[in-house]
């Protein structure tokens, strides 16, 4: 999930007033090589700090330091989309294992020095879909042990397009995790193909099957992430759209829905910003069916 990565100057001066220093973008790198070796770039496995009204002061894992890898291609989507389009990873090429991905992050917690403490989340996120890693559930366990194991009190996050939440490794992950963030940009098929542009064999309906069956086995906090947007042939932010997004949304019963628009350059030119006033009815219909909703940039 993409949104996460960008450190910016409203949320140096939120992090400001909520009592932490200046945040220094700290990043923890892997190098990554192609099949054949050859080094290709550093990209970042722990990035940030952020710091949101939603996760407090936060740090990012991003589980693929390479070519973004996504079961989505959403028009949207500011690193450009997915450059490697699949519904299953066999094997990821950068070799993350959850060694290198906790001496990262322990790298991470030393250059945050003192401020390590007031870190409220760790949240996977970053280059593509994390539930995609071969490694996904490991990961996420040595991960809760590790800041376990500190005494930190960081809630553990994901953020997921949705569309694997009822593989064997997110369940395995789930009882890990403290907070899931998933997308859901509309429950129309048509518009979720031309928005989400899933991979073969993605479909809405088991999308939908596998939120409403979230509540059950997850305890933790679920939020519903919905990016509102306008194109030339399409919106998603009308009457019906939040009708029929509310009607399922109560089937699933998150703890909250974050609306969004588009905030960075899309991957495709003719994706539009929402209006706000649609956005804030849009807002208003989800919370006449009982939904806490919060519509960004508050
Ligand atoms: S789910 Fe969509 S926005 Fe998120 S990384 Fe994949 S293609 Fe980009």
Redesign the pocket.
């Known amino acids: 999930?993409?949104?996460e990565t960008r450190l910016r100057s409203n949320e140096k001066a939120s992090a400001r007033r909520a009592g932490l220093s200046a945040p220094r973008r700290i990043v923890e790198f892997a190098d990554y090589r192609e099949p054949s070796g050859r080094a290709l770039s550093r990209i970042a496995i722990v990035y940030g700090p952020l710091y949101s009204r939603r996760r407090g002061f936060s740090l990012g894992i991003n589980l693929f330091p390479g070519p973004?890898i996504?079961?989505?291609?959403?028009i949207?989507?500011?690193?450009g989309?997915?450059q490697r389009h699949l519904v299953s990873v066999e094997r990821d090429e950068a070799g993350l294992d959850p060694g290198r991905v906790i001496r990262a992050l322990y790298h991470a917690l030393q250059r945050l020095g003192s401020d390590a403490e007031k870190l409220q989340a760790i949240d996977f996120s970053g280059?593509?879909?994390p539930t995609l890693h071969p490694r996904f559930a490991e990961i996420v366990k040595a991960v809760r042990e590790y800041i376990d194991g500190k005494g930190l009190g960081i809630s553990l996050g994901l953020f997921t397009?949705s569309s694997r939440l009822c593989s064997p490794a997110v369940r395995e992950a789930l009882p890990y995790l403290d907070h899931v963030e998933a997308?859901l940009d509309t429950v129309v098929p048509w518009k979720f193909h031309v928005i989400?542009?899933p991979a073969p064999g993605i479909e809405l309906h088991n999308i939908l099957e596998c939120l409403a069956m979230l509540r059950g086995f997850f305890h933790g906090t679920i939020a519903l992430q919905v990016?509102l947007l306008e194109t030339d042939g399409l919106t998603n932010y009308w009457f019906w759209d939040a009708e029929q997004l509310a009607s399922l949304a109560e089937k699933i019963s998150p703890d909250r829905v974050n609306l969004y628009t588009v905030y960075a350059p899309p991957?495709q030119k003719i994706v539009r910003k929402a209006p706000r006033l649609h956005m804030e009815r849009y807002a208003t219909i989800l919370r006449e069916h009982g939904l806490d909703v919060h519509v960004y940039p508050e």
Do not use: D, P
Not at 70 to 74: D, E, H, P, R
Not at 76 to 79: A, S
């Open positions: 999930m993409a949104n973004s996504c079961s989505f291609n959403c949207y989507c500011f690193r989309g997915a280059n593509g879909e397009n997308k989400n542009q990016i991957r």
